[in-house]
């Protein structure tokens, strides 16, 4: 829990504050960029909420950190616990005609944060799909419960893992995962093998991409050419910068085999992607026909970055 004696310097004066726990994964500024921001290391307030929606978009925030870094008075949030519980997470992100996508909040210290989400499909179509793991929470599960529960959860790598195992009894949802991974959520009940795609749960389409873990992987939804386009959920192997507004393949964050992950960089050319949703960093949308020439520029940045000494 977050504590007034331990406020950094840095935040706003007023109610809302972060304090000197924050590990700087983003998760505030990504929901709420009006009132985070990031600091020198850590987040902070960079205004204070006016009225009923800013205040309880800024107590979500303070529910999906990780580490309880945002502080606030109990009495604002008794004021308003109605409109958190109805206006809660998993919260609406894309509308795409394959199935709504909701980010699920509730972040885990056991992922560093990392952002996961619901893909809402009829179950005629598969029914849900969480990709990559929230902290279980109760409220959560309350609310996915309500859309239907889990047909499947879908693990990218073994980084953003989380509470999955608790996920899965709870609604007694398989799990997928890649092979090269699977020590991380052991008894995942589909585990890819090797490089080449395959048809995953609710029309997912999974595709390995190994270079920040050995068992790396993306899941796609919906059908390069097509009107609407594709989303990749690209856990940690790409993201979009909002400060360098491009998207953003790290060397510095590759736990595995570098050039390996240019490669499975390069293997994402032929989507049209038209929304990036990844597990740290920012998320993006992108105009018809943007992918490839967005992408084209992240290699070239990776070129760069393979020039550099490690």
């Known amino acids: 829990m977050a504590r007034l004696a331990r406020r950094l310097a840095a935040n706003a004066p007023g109610p809302f504050y ?43 925030a303070r529910q999906a950190c990780p580490v309880a870094a945002i502080g606030s008075p109990g009495e604002l949030q008794r004021r308003h616990s109605p409109a958190v519980a109805s206006q809660g997470f998993p919260a609406p992100l894309v509308r795409h005609p394959l199935g709504e996508i909701l980010y699920c909040g509730w972040a885990s210290r056991l992922s560093f944060g990392a952002s996961s989400y619901l893909l809402v499909r009829p179950p005629a179509a598969g029914g849900n799909v969480l990709i990559d793991s929230p902290r279980f929470s109760a409220p959560l599960a309350r609310r996915i419960a309500a859309l239907g529960g889990l047909a499947a959860i879908v ?20 799990r997928w995962i890649h ?77 595995w085999d570098w050039p390996e992950q240019v490669r499975s960089v390069e293997a994402l050319l032929p ?38 000494p490690a």
Do not use: K, N
Request: net charge negative; glycine share 10%; aromatic share 8%.
């Open 155 to 174: 693990l990218t790598h073994r980084d953003d893992v989380a509470d999955q195992a608790r996920w899965a009894a709870h609604f007694g949802c398989p």
């Open 271 to 308: 989507l049209d992607v038209r929304w990036l949703l990844p597990a740290h960093g920012d998320r993006r949308a992108f105009p018809a026909g943007a992918w490839a020439q967005a992408l084209q520029a992240t290699l070239e940045a990776c070129r760069h970055q393979a020039a550099e």
């Open 18 to 60: 972060v304090d000197a726990s924050c590990i700087e994964c983003g998760t505030c500024w990504r929901w709420d960029p009006d009132h985070f921001a990031p600091g020198e290391g850590q987040a902070r307030v960079v205004r204070q909420p006016q009225g009923e929606s800013a205040t309880v978009r800024a107590l979500l």
């Open 179 to 255: 092979r090269a991974d699977a020590d991380a959520a052991p008894g995942a009940e589909h585990q890819l093998e090797g490089a080449d795609p395959a048809a995953g749960p609710a029309g997912l389409r999974l595709l390995p991409t190994p270079g920040h873990t050995a068992g790396s992987m993306v899941a796609v939804l919906g059908e390069a050419g097509s009107t609407e386009g594709q989303v990749l959920f690209s856990g940690d192997h790409l993201w979009w910068s909002e400060r360098l507004q491009q998207v953003v393949a790290s060397r510095r964050y590759c736990w």
